[in-house]
């Protein structure tokens, strides 16, 4: 297991008597992994190169001995199929290493905490609390134990904490050989959180015929749909002059990100939408009078209202060009579509995992993601991949949080879907 360099409000002894798949996951938030939308390199960042190495390490000591790393950063090991499955159908298990660049990553100064419900103080010091007027789901964890941060840094459940599951389900097959399995893939992929974890992800050389990305988020979600999704980058050329004798000269490109911004619709964004509506969400901004650049994304469940999104968007160009003097581009980039199109195609995949959460008792919570996976993006490519919970919630910033229940559950998905792998004969 990776080294412990901090115990939160444990000692190095009390520590060790919590749960293995919580012990994985605790030490995992030591280790800085943000992943960097500007770089070009793959994996985007040195740090995320020596983790893989590291989780290499990991799943050598439960036990496997085909691990590989490839020259993209992306980590794959192998358990073989139980005697007499080797034609039953590979299945594949999924999490990626890398956290979001919109929240700190440093090493998590994290707590376990035994909730009795209301506000949580993360940081008194500084006046950091999670409040139940922000974040309301998580009064229903009242009675249970949640592992928080101090406000500086996300906790990196999003998605260590998958990572962590799928680890310790390699550990338990190793363990236990009397089970029979078929054959199981295991993959932790980088970039993820920068839209670009699959962008090298060789899935012949995976092995794996139908796989689960553990990337969800609280206790029974099961994720078969995802948004439609596309980056705009849009550039506002402007004209700079001294402001004192601007008039009739200068052309503001400040003022014309305004006027396009201005022209969106007021309550399409990400604070007014829930369920399948759609947004647009304009995301980063840079730039003077002389020229602006706006990143933007588009997000829609419905394939035609995310067509008719992008449309929106090119139309808006057209009528700013009229009034500013075809000073306005606007690049529109297709990142994924909705997971459900191709999940679609596979009913069976998705009839397993619902069996499996049947089978452990855990009431199924099926609905959209309002966001993407790397199963979006592998499904297109021919590996139906839905998405299944950790037990995470808050992702993206400092009050994400993991509930202790949720985990240990999500690990109980993993070990009972690898068991029904030795059930199934075909996908058709």
């Not at 020596?50 to 090991?77: C, H, N, P, R």
């Not at 950790?390 to 559950?409: A, K, Q």
Request: proline fraction near 5%; charge should be negative; include cysteine.
């Amino acid at each position: 297991m990776l080294k412990h360099n901090y115990y939160g409000n444990y000692t190095a002894e009390s520590f060790a008597e919590l749960p293995l798949v919580l012990q994985r996951f605790l030490s995992y938030t030591q280790y800085n992994t943000t992943s960097d939308p500007n770089s070009t390199t793959a994996p985007s960042t040195e740090a995320q190169v020596a983790y893989a190495q590291l989780l290499k390490a990991e799943f050598e000591s439960v036990g496997l001995t085909d691990v590989k790393v490839t020259d993209k950063g992306i980590v794959m090991a192998y358990l073989p199929a139980t005697a007499g499955l080797e034609d039953a159908p590979a299945m594949g298990l999924i999490a990626h290493m890398d956290t979001s660049p919109e929240a700190s990553g440093e090493p998590a100064k994290w707590q376990v905490v035994d909730y009795k419900g209301g506000d949580i103080v993360l940081n008194a010091e500084k006046n950091i609390v999670l409040t139940m007027d922000r974040f309301p789901g998580v009064a229903k964890y009242a009675g249970e134990k949640l592992v928080v941060t101090d406000g500086t840094t996300l906790l990196g459940a999003d998605d260590k904490a998958g990572i962590a599951i799928i680890v310790e389900t390699a550990r338990y097959f190793v363990e236990h050989p009397e089970v029979p399995h078929a054959k199981l893939c295991f993959a932790i992929t980088p970039d993820e959180e920068v839209g670009r974890g699959t962008e090298n992800f060789d899935i012949p050389a995976f092995g794996a015929q139908y796989a689960y990305t553990f990337d969800g988020d609280e206790l029974g979600g099961f994720e078969t749909e995802t948004f439609n999704a596309a980056m705009v980058k849009v550039h506002f050329e402007g004209l700079n002059t001294h402001p004192g004798s601007a008039k009739n000269k200068m052309v503001n490109a400040i003022r014309m990100a305004m006027d396009f911004i201005s022209r969106l619709p007021a309550e399409s964004i990400p604070e007014k939408t829930e369920g399948h509506e759609g947004f647009f969400h304009p995301m980063g901004i840079t730039g003077a009078v002389r020229g602006v650049d706006l990143k933007m994304l588009i997000r829609d469940h419905n394939n035609f209202r995310f067509e008719e999104r992008m449309n929106y968007v090119r139309k808006m160009v057209e009528e700013m060009n009229k009034v500013w003097g075809n000073r306005v581009t606007a690049d529109i980039k297709v990142q994924y579509h909705n997971l459900k199109n191709y999940l679609d195609k596979h009913p069976a995949v998705c009839e397993l995992a619902r069996e499996a959460y049947r089978r452990i008792g855990v009431e199924i919570n099926e609905k959209p993601v309002r966001g993407g996976t790397d199963g979006a993006r592998l499904s297109a490519r021919g590996l139906p991949t839905p998405n299944l919970f950790t037990g995470g919630m808050n992702y993206h910033g400092i009050f994400e949080c993991l509930s202790v229940t949720g985990i240990e559950r999500a690990l109980e998905l993993g070990i009972m879907l690898g068991k029904m792998s030795a059930e199934v004969k075909t996908l058709d």
